[in-house]
């Protein structure tokens, strides 16, 4: 371009020194060459210069064809011919920058990665990107163009695309106007897009400039979110939280109805065991199993829901007025019989059971939260019933419930305040009458209720896990005793203590024992520990490892009410036991049935072959303490013996003994 612009401006000066006239056609000349050479380079830069590079070059023929043919009589020609090829010139100029404006704006469009159009009022694309074109199936943008929006997507129609500019430009819109929809695409697929639609000004008419954002992944992980919040991911069954929101759902339309609804609520007995025995993995399988189990029994308006641990939750709705306990308690029989059965797990067979507790709707409570909570409280009153059981929710649940309540906030602190203490029951030789063991038993005088007796606070403490240190003072305070009667006539006496499941489960009650007897002073004999059968049942092979270990210090072990339970006999082979004591609902008949006599008769000739000692408790007549030591019984405890007395009261009864050994009728001081 400068040697060009040198080249003109040397040729205008020469002829500019020689004539004016041959000036004007110099001039014309060199700017004819200047817009030659311009309009050839733009020819070949770009379309969109091309236009004005042919005027340049039209321009630059017109100026050297002017230079020859200049005169006077044709300056109009020329002046016209000029302005003219200006003008085309301008508007070549405007072209090329408009067409690169346009290209700039095109590609800054199509680098966005949301889809991007603009509508006019009556629904017809004006402009779109590439990525548009891509969500909505076409090849490319160009095919969007001109098309009206419900040509776009099948499922839109006109009076909807109408309804949606009538909001965009109604009165106090925010902007920018966001909404989600689903589209049906043409190929059948469905997206999920969020619109931001802004408003858009160009010749005083108002286009709609939408931004289509593919929302598909983060619904996705909405619909993931809504999954974690509701479903619980061991057995993608409900959770509580949807449990409860659709339980008051279904309590909504019974009332609205008139119908009624139950709730069951179902704990796995033993589950514990399982996951101790076989790890969590094989536990939650069981879950899994356990629940498919249960889902297969229920009609399809059913709920069935974890409601945590081993818990679950049925709902039964829509049912007819006075027939929701007579469905719930054939449902439950149902899910108890179908659990019973056990289950084939990592090539383990797993015995469990259910116990289920239900509350039905208006009876038993008018919204969730009280109906779970009642369906609750009769679920532990069936455990404690005894496992694969059903109960009904009852008002005497609910006083005992909120009884437990109490205790439970009683017992914190009252080992501490002092508030317990022991008593002690005398066991004796049924053929010498002589004291030879004494039972220790737990009392409570509470500060703020008063005396409680043992069957209102131990299960309490048995389902808060205050058991453990109870059963753990209960121990020292009896030890410690027993040692203080070493220059008594109680001087070899035997304690029996109770010992709950929670404790055996304690990873330090064999130390415990072993450092309350050395720190006391007492020989292991000194001690017998009694084991109910529900502790033998609830983890066998851990019950079996502390036994052996309590065997091996020389420590006793008795099982207490024997033939109450559900598999004594079984137990007596399993468990090297040293005493059975015979259950008082067994010895209170043996006067006068013919049937307990023979019950009790066997169970003594039952303990003398296999090598145990037996106590017969709950003795409280003479005749029933003669028939005892005439059928070979070795020990006698009962209110016809002494009734638990204090620890002086017990040395004064035991120095009566050693002075008259014979039996004595209901000892009381």
Same mark, same amino acid.
């Given at each position: 371009?400068?040697?060009?612009? *040198?080249?003109?401006?040397g040729?205008?000066?020469?002829l500019?020194?020689?004539?004016?006239?041959?000036?004007?056609?110099?001039?014309?000349?060199?700017?004819?060459?200047?817009?030659?050479?311009?309009g050839?380079?733009?020819?070949?830069?770009?379309?969109?210069?091309?236009?004005?590079?042919?005027?340049?070059i039209?321009?630059?023929g017109?100026?050297?064809?002017?230079v020859?043919?200049?005169?006077?009589d044709?300056?109009?020609?020329?002046?016209?011919?000029t302005?003219?090829?200006?003008?085309?010139?301008? !508007?070549?100029?405007?072209?090329?920058?408009?067409?690169?404006?346009?290209?700039?704006?095109?590609?800054?469009?199509?680098?966005?990665?949301?889809?991007f159009?603009?509508r006019?009022?009556?629904g017809?694309?004006?402009?779109a990107?590439?990525?548009?074109?891509?969500l909505?199936?076409f090849?490319?943008a160009?095919?969007?163009?001109?098309?009206?929006?419900?040509e776009?997507?099948?499922?839109?129609?006109?009076?909807?695309?109408d309804?949606?500019?009538?909001?965009?430009?109604?009165?106090?819109?925010?902007y920018?106007?966001?909404?989600?929809?689903?589209?049906?695409?043409?190929?059948?697929?469905?997206?999920?897009?969020?619109?931001?639609?802004?408003?858009?000004?160009?010749?005083?008419?108002?286009?709609?400039?939408?931004?289509?954002?593919?929302?598909?992944?983060?619904?996705?992980k909405?619909?993931?979110?809504?999954?974690?919040?509701?479903?619980?991911?061991?057995?993608?069954?409900?959770?509580?939280?949807?449990?409860?929101?659709?339980?008051?759902?279904?309590?909504?339309?019974?009332?609205e109805?008139?119908?009624?609804?139950a709730?069951?609520?179902?704990?796995l007995?033993?589950?514990?065991?399982?996951?101790?025995?076989?790890?969590?993995?094989?536990?939650?399988?069981?879950?899994?199993a356990?629940?498919?189990?249960?889902?297969?029994?229920?009609?399809?308006?059913?709920?069935?829901?974890?409601?945590?641990?081993?818990?679950f939750?049925?709902?039964?709705?829509?049912?007819?007025?006075?027939?929701a306990?007579? *469905?719930?308690?054939?449902?439950a029989?149902a899910?108890?019989?179908?659990t019973a059965?056990?289950?084939?797990?990592?090539?383990?067979?797993?015995?469990?059971?259910?116990s289920? %507790?239900?509350?039905?709707?208006?009876?038993?409570?008018?919204?969730?939260?009280?109906?779970?909570?009642?369906?609750?409280?009769?679920?532990?009153?069936?455990?404690?019933?005894g496992?694969?059981?059903q109960?009904v929710f009852?008002?005497d649940?609910?006083?005992?419930?909120?009884?437990?309540?109490?205790?439970?906030g009683?017992?914190?602190?009252a080992?501490?305040?002092?508030?317990?203490y022991?008593?002690?029951q005398?066991?004796?030789?049924?053929?010498? %009458?002589?004291?030879?063991?004494?039972?220790?038993?737990?009392?409570w005088?509470?500060?703020? !209720?008063?005396?409680?007796?043992?069957?209102?606070?131990?299960?309490?403490?048995?389902?808060?896990?205050?058991?453990?240190?109870?059963?753990?003072?209960?121990?020292?305070?009896a030890?410690?005793?027993?040692?203080?009667?070493?220059?008594?006539t109680?001087?070899?006496?035997?304690?029996?203590?109770?010992?709950?499941?929670?404790?055996?489960?304690?990873?330090?009650?064999?130390?415990?024992?072993?450092?309350?007897?050395?720190?006391?002073?007492?020989?292991?004999?000194?001690?017998?520990?009694?084991?109910?059968?529900?502790?033998?049942?609830?983890?066998?092979?851990?019950v079996?490892?502390v036994?052996?270990?309590?065997?091996?210090?020389g420590?006793?072990?008795?099982?207490?009410?024997?033939?109450?339970?559900?598999s004594?006999?079984?137990?007596?082979?399993?468990?090297?036991?040293?005493?059975?004591?015979?259950d008082?609902?067994?010895?209170?008949?043996?006067?006068?049935?013919?049937?307990?006599?023979?019950l009790?008769?066997?169970?003594?000739?039952?303990?003398?072959?296999?090598?145990?000692?037996?106590?017969?408790?709950?003795?409280?007549?003479?005749?029933?303490?003669? *028939?005892?030591e005439?059928?070979g019984?070795?020990?006698?405890?009962?209110?016809?013996?002494?009734?638990?007395?204090?620890?002086?009261?017990?040395?004064?009864?035991? %120095?009566?003994?050693?002075?008259?050994?014979?039996?004595?009728?209901?000892?009381?001081?």
């Amino acid at each position: 371009m400068l040697p060009v612009i *040198m080249l003109a401006s040397g040729l205008f000066y020469l002829l500019w020194r020689a004539n004016n006239d041959w000036l004007v056609r110099g001039s014309a000349a060199a700017l004819g060459l200047v817009m030659l050479w311009a309009g050839v380079r733009l020819m070949a830069v770009n379309n969109r210069y091309r236009f004005l590079g042919m005027t340049l070059i039209l321009r630059a023929g017109f100026n050297l064809f002017s230079v020859v043919t200049l005169d006077p009589d044709t300056y109009v020609v020329w002046f016209v011919g000029t302005s003219i090829l200006k003008v085309m010139s301008m !508007l070549g100029l405007v072209y090329a920058v408009q067409d690169e404006i346009q290209q700039r704006y095109a590609r800054t469009i199509d680098s966005l990665s949301h889809g991007f159009l603009i509508r006019d009022r009556r629904g017809y694309v004006h402009v779109a990107n590439e990525r548009c074109a891509k969500l909505l199936g076409f090849d490319g943008a160009q095919e969007l163009i001109g098309k009206h929006v419900c040509e776009l997507l099948p499922g839109l129609s006109r009076d909807m695309a109408d309804h949606y500019f009538f909001r965009f430009q109604a009165e106090g819109t925010a902007y920018p106007m966001a909404d989600t929809a689903i589209f049906k695409l043409r190929n059948g697929n469905h997206l999920p897009v969020e619109l931001l639609a802004s408003p858009y000004v160009e010749r005083g008419r108002l286009f709609c400039l939408v931004q289509l954002l593919d929302v598909s992944e983060r619904k996705k992980k909405d619909d993931q979110l809504y999954q974690a919040a509701r479903i619980d991911p061991v057995t993608n069954y409900f959770n509580r939280h949807a449990l409860s929101a659709r339980l008051a759902q279904e309590v909504a339309q019974a009332a609205e109805n008139g119908r009624e609804c139950a709730v069951l609520f179902i704990d796995l007995d033993k589950f514990k065991r399982v996951n101790d025995s076989f790890g969590h993995a094989a536990g939650d399988e069981l879950l899994r199993a356990a629940a498919d189990r249960m889902h297969a029994l229920l009609r399809p308006m059913d709920v069935l829901a974890r409601f945590g641990g081993d818990e679950f939750i049925v709902v039964i709705p829509d049912l007819a007025p006075r027939s929701a306990e007579m *469905m719930a308690a054939d449902c439950a029989d149902a899910l108890i019989a179908a659990t019973a059965r056990g289950f084939e797990l990592s090539y383990h067979a797993i015995s469990v059971t259910a116990s289920i %507790g239900i509350a039905c709707y208006p009876n038993h409570g008018t919204d969730s939260d009280t109906l779970i909570r009642n369906a609750d409280i009769a679920m532990y009153q069936a455990k404690k019933a005894g496992r694969g059981e059903q109960r009904v929710f009852s008002d005497d649940m609910n006083a005992m419930a909120k009884d437990a309540l109490v205790i439970d906030g009683a017992l914190a602190g009252a080992i501490d305040a002092g508030e317990f203490y022991l008593v002690y029951q005398p066991i004796i030789s049924a053929q010498s %009458g002589k004291l030879t063991k004494v039972e220790a038993l737990l009392r409570w005088n509470s500060s703020l !209720l008063g005396p409680v007796s043992p069957d209102r606070f131990i299960p309490v403490a048995e389902d808060s896990g205050m058991i453990i240190a109870l059963g753990t003072w209960v121990l020292e305070q009896a030890c410690r005793q027993v040692g203080q009667w070493t220059h008594s006539t109680l001087s070899d006496v035997t304690i029996s203590i109770n010992v709950s499941a929670w404790q055996l489960a304690d990873p330090a009650f064999v130390t415990l024992v072993s450092q309350a007897l050395i720190r006391n002073g007492l020989s292991p004999h000194q001690l017998e520990l009694e084991l109910t059968e529900r502790v033998l049942i609830d983890d066998t092979a851990n019950v079996q490892t502390v036994l052996a270990q309590l065997r091996a210090l020389g420590v006793g072990i008795s099982l207490d009410d024997f033939g109450t339970g559900y598999s004594s006999l079984s137990y007596l082979t399993q468990f090297q036991l040293n005493t059975l004591k015979i259950d008082r609902s067994f010895v209170m008949g043996i006067e006068h049935s013919e049937r307990s006599h023979n019950l009790v008769h066997a169970i003594i000739a039952m303990g003398h072959s296999l090598g145990l000692q037996l106590v017969a408790e709950g003795v409280e007549t003479a005749g029933q303490a003669a *028939m005892l030591e005439k059928m070979g019984c070795h020990y006698l405890q009962g209110y016809h013996i002494a009734r638990p007395v204090a620890p002086g009261e017990l040395l004064r009864f035991a %120095g009566s003994r050693a002075a008259s050994p014979a039996v004595q009728p209901d000892y009381v001081i």
